[in-house]
């Protein structure tokens, strides 16, 4: 082999930087026993990758964990497990015999919980180092679902002998069946429940039926409190809407039968219930006046009696402060009927005024209602009939008035009502000639039964005719402005053509018309006339862009002014290949964000196009000059020089390449054919010619000595030269240096 070709101990070095990655793909036992790999890359990468099985890792590293720490980055069940399995003789022992804090082997669960499991009919307990048993908890694996655990001190006689004690905490004892606490001592104070700061609960959630019972079969039972509360004492069962009975004797007339409720404040019963009949009953012993409901004051006299017999003795004065119903009729003798309420409600369909007590109508004075507020013998408001016409207005009107004063200026009260019908169709006014509304301010439609309407839907003013036009006739001119920027001329609910305004940045408006729908015709209907587009006041002399179109269809758009104009650009649809479209000047294509193009339509049936446009960032102004004629020869390519110039130029060939495994040694300065006449070749398409001993030849030819590339020259290289080969002729190269057997020789020739 060529010197030159060698591999040298430098092309190794840093083989084993993946060794990281390796041991990556093998973190798995799975993977390592299906190793695949073959060299010592894989191998060291299987032997990381079970010391980190063994010993874990705080990351991807292999060998960055702290001394004495075992980790796992498996994400499942049993990721770090010990396991004995060589016999029943196995035991399994975490050993500190060093540490002397109370945490000397501290096993612990941050984010979840600790499962200690055992055998049938073993068991686990903690003791210290002394043999006290603290803690067992034994299995019987016989007795199923008899299974007790027992928390008991056979030795102590205190009352304190077993303490279950919260420094902080609350204690919860739930259990699926009953709790109870039974005690065999017998002292009053045998079962002693004590919340020696603190309130005491006694709940319980069972269904009906299932009830909290406190029963004394012999004594009484005391319920006291020492609270000074207004609820120092409550008895709710209103929870479940239960209620709550007192019984008291189980005989009549038992003199031990009474219930006395004494209150040194107030007494109060409320019953809140709001279906028929509820309320506070109060049932009486007989239908006779032996038994009553009496209330007396406090000297011993009768305020209030309700005997069986329903007779009912007021001590006092009678003072109804809410309903009071009679059921009959009312007559009420006096000269003034004075109710003090704040409304007053009549079952009566029709109030009749000015009516004597015999019946006869009165032809004296108005009716009507007076409303009064404010300063008695002020002006207040009033509804009457004058014998002409109702009237809604303030006067100086009192109660006592025979008919209702004039009416002064200003004084007709505003009336609020819903719909306002005439009597009669067609037949009465809203207002006259000598009494006119001032304003007229409305929220809906103006319907005009003969003509149309005036809508209003949607905060729009819209004026509807019913069948013919609708015709606004000014004498001086015709003014339209809308704020809003848009006014619309529509064909039934399609907009036809919109006239609106914009600003572009400038701070100037633009004035714009445009069809909504369709086309938009700007029309001259004089047969040589032509259509000016200028920025106003608009005079002979404004500068203008001309549209003419006339009658050879030909469209052509002018700039100048009225006086004068030139045509720019001429348009030309006369339907014949000759065609031509005249362009006066340069012609600017700018697309806005992106560059604008020059699009070549398809000669075919179909849509399609080839463009031309600028890259979307231009440093400067460049102009691309096209060459004279056509190329002198086929496959020729466009080249244009730094100043834009376009010209043609010969292509490249194809590209092409042979690959030579030498038979036998070569020596060096002597011909090396690149053609397929050399039999070293592989296959018979590797084949180069027609080399050139040129420069540019050279930056076309690459040569590839067992794949490092070589440095070509124009002379063969000697002791101490750059280059590494030469071209010698169209078909032959020569080496600076010897080819040993089994060397690979690739050269590509480009074009």
């Known amino acids: 082999m060529a010197n030159r070709t060698q591999i040298r101990l430098q092309q190794v070095s840093g083989s084993l930087m993946n060794l990281k990655s390796e041991a990556a793909q093998y973190v798995t036992p799975a993977a390592s026993s299906a190793l695949t790999g073959s060299d010592l890359q894989d191998i060291l990468g299987v032997f990381a990758a079970s010391l980190n099985r063994i010993h874990g890792a705080a990351s991807d590293e292999p060998f960055n964990n702290a001394a004495g720490v075992i980790r796992s980055a498996t994400n499942s069940a049993s990721a770090i497990k010990l396991h004995a ?35 049938a009919s073993k068991q686990a307990q903690l003791t210290n180092a002394n043999a006290d048993l603290f803690i067992k908890l034994v299995d019987n694996a016989a007795a199923t679902a008899n299974e007790k655990i027992t928390i008991k001190n056979t030795n102590g006689t205190g009352d304190d002998s077993i303490i279950i004690d919260s420094d902080a905490g609350g204690i919860d004892i739930d259990a699926a069946k009953s709790i109870t606490l039974t005690s065999a001592e017998n002292e009053a104070d ?28 012999a004594g009484s039972v005391n319920i006291s409190a020492g609270e000074a509360a207004a609820d120092a004492i409550v008895i709710d069962a209103s929870a479940a809407g239960g209620g709550i ?5 189980n005989a009549a007339n038992d003199a031990n039968s009474n219930i006395d409720i004494i209150a040194h404040n107030i007494l109060n019963i409320s019953a809140n219930g709001t279906d028929a009949n509820d ?28 005997d069986g017999a329903k007779a009912v003795t007021m001590g006092g004065t009678l003072d109804v402060t809410s309903n009071l119903t009679v059921n009959g009729n009312l007559d009420v003798n006096g000269t003034t009927t004075t109710i003090d309420t704040v409304n007053l409600s009549v079952q009566d369909s029709i109030i ?17 209602i007076l409303f009064p507020r404010g300063t008695a013998g002020s002006i207040t408001a009033g509804l009457w009939w004058d014998n002409t016409q109702f009237n809604l207005a303030k006067t100086q009107t009192g109660p006592t008035s025979a008919s209702f004063g004039s009416v002064g200026a200003n004084n007709y009260a505003a009336l609020k009502l819903g719909n306002l019908l005439p009597g009669e169709d067609d037949t009465y006014d809203l207002g006259s000639s ?49 704020k809003g920027n848009n006014v619309f ?42 259509i000016h587009l200028a920025k106003g006041p608009f005079t002979a002399n404004s500068a203008t862009l001309d549209i003419v179109h006339n009658a050879t269809r030909k469209v052509q758009f002018k700039m100048g002014n ?44 179909g849509n399609h196009f080839m463009g031309i446009r600028a890259p979307d960032s231009v440093t400067a102004d460049k102009t691309l000059i096209l060459p004279d004629g056509h190329p002198s020869a086929n496959d020729a390519v466009l080249v244009a020089s730094t100043a834009g110039v376009i010209s043609y130029s010969t292509a490249l060939g194809a590209t092409t390449k042979g690959i030579y495994v030498l038979t036998a040694s070569h020596a060096a300065d002597v011909n090396f054919r690149v053609t397929d006449d050399n039999a070293q070749h592989v296959a018979v398409s590797d084949s180069i010619g027609s080399l050139e001993k040129t420069d540019a030849q050279g930056k076309n030819l690459d040569v590839f000595v067992n794949g490092q590339l070589l440095q070509s020259g124009s002379t063969i290289a000697g002791a101490g030269a750059n280059a590494d080969y030469k071209i010698h002729d169209t078909q032959d190269i020569r080496f600076a240096f010897a080819l040993e057997i089994d060397d690979i020789v690739q050269i590509i020739k480009r074009g």
């Open 562 to 605: 009225l006086q004068e104009a030139r045509v720019r650009l001429e348009l030309d649809d006369q339907n014949a290949a000759s065609c031509i479209h005249d362009l006066s000047g340069s012609l600017l294509l700018d697309d806005g964000a992106s560059s604008g193009e020059i699009r070549f339509q398809e000669a075919g049936a």
């Open 85 to 119: 399995d060589a016999g029943s003789s196995q035991t399994i022992q975490f050993l500190n015999d060093e540490g002397t804090a109370n945490n000397a082997i501290d096993i612990e669960a941050t984010a979840g919980g600790i499962n200690l499991e055992f055998a």
């Open 279 to 306: 309320g506070v009953i109060v049932n009486l012993g007989t239908t006779n006046a032996n038994s009553v409901f009496h209330v007396k004051d406090s000297g011993g006299n009768s305020a209030f009696k309700v």
């Open 190 to 217: 045998a079962i002693v429940i004590n919340a020696s700061a603190g309130g005491l609960d006694i709940t319980a959630a069972g269904a009906a039926g299932e009830d909290i019972d406190i029963a004394n079969t």
């Open 434 to 482: 000598s009494l006119a509304w001032k304003d007229l301010h409305l929220e809906g439609d103006v319907l005009m039964t003969d003509a149309g309407r005036v809508e209003t839907a949607a905060g729009d003013l819209t004026i509807a005719s019913a069948a013919a036009q609708v015709v606004i006739d000014a004498e001086t001119d015709i003014e339209l402005n809308a």
């Open 352 to 368: 009749a005024l000015g009516v004597s007590g015999s019946g006869d109508y009165s032809n004296v004075g108005d009716r009507g």
């Open 245 to 249: 009975d007192i019984t008291a004797g």
């Open 489 to 530: 001329i529509k064909k039934d609910a399609n907009n036809v053509l919109e006239v609106t305004s914009m600003d572009p940045g400038t701070g100037k408006l633009i004035g714009i018309v445009s069809a909504s729908i369709g086309s938009l015709a700007l029309v001259s209907a004089q047969g040589a006339g032509e």
